[in-house]
């Protein structure tokens, strides 16, 4: 598969997958990372999982096409449900909500018991997925912020262990909503995504002064994660 049809985002994901990666891609949208990861490493195998029809169809014409059914399942499914005996080292789910994502994760969690790996790509509420991470067993490794086309994306690693580790030393509810390593680095894209979150949010606030019954319980929630993003943006 030609290197350039991947995104910048998958192209991350890729990376945080080992050699001979023996993972499930949930959401697999048309197999493109299953595609590319088992073009260039033959000793990879995956399943893609899609739950919609058309999308499922495609997964399975790129597949074909690019002769590796004899690598990569397609198979059509909610969520984790596309995992029954197989055996599966790493979990990918990327292009959806953080909450969503972690919804996936708490109904499969059976499914996943022998999984070393969960690479995540949440495109909102990132501190979900590290939430659920942090409350079940699996310890963040790596995150990564990535712009591309105009959107901003972050990708987390976890790996089964001691989901303590990375917070040590930090304030955990700032380092959950921020991202421990990325609160480290703080590079220009973090900067320019939590700007933008802190005028998002004063808009919201602004907004709901101005309704009949306002509520206050959430407008002091907000203003709350303000002062956290406001404390992260001055101080280095």
């Not at 599966?88 to 789910?93: H, W």
Request: with cysteine; glycine share 8%.
């Amino acid at each position: 598969m030609n290197e350039s049809i991947l995104s910048k985002r998958l192209k991350t994901i890729a990376g945080f997958l080992p050699n001979q990666a023996n993972f499930v891609d949930i959401g697999s949208d048309h197999a493109y990372l299953p595609c590319f990861v088992c073009t260039k490493d033959k000793g990879a195998t995956a399943i893609a999982g899609e739950i919609n029809e058309g999308p499922y169809l495609s997964a399975k014409k790129n597949v074909a096409d690019f002769h590796l059914t004899d690598q990569i399942q397609v198979i059509k499914g909610d969520g984790l449900e596309v995992i029954n005996d197989q055996d599966i080292d790493q979990v990918v789910i990327a292009g959806m909500g953080g909450t969503l994502i972690r919804s996936i994760l708490m109904r499969g969690q059976e499914r996943i018991r022998n999984v070393k790996r969960i690479i995540a790509q949440p495109n909102v509420d990132a501190h979900a997925v590290r939430e659920w991470f942090y409350e079940n067993g699996y310890c963040l490794v790596a995150e990564e912020i990535i712009k591309e086309d105009g959107h901003i994306y972050e990708i987390l690693v976890a790996d089964k262990g001691d989901a303590t580790i990375p917070y040590e030393g930090m304030r955990l509810e700032s380092s959950l909503l921020f991202g421990p390593y990325l609160l480290k680095e703080k590079n220009a894209v973090f900067q320019e995504k939590w700007y933008g979150e802190r005028e998002k949010l004063e808009r919201v606030i602004k907004q709901m002064h101005q309704a009949k019954d306002v509520n206050f319980e959430k407008i002091q929630l907000f203003q709350h994660e303000i002062e956290m993003i406001e404390e992260v943006l001055t101080y280095d």
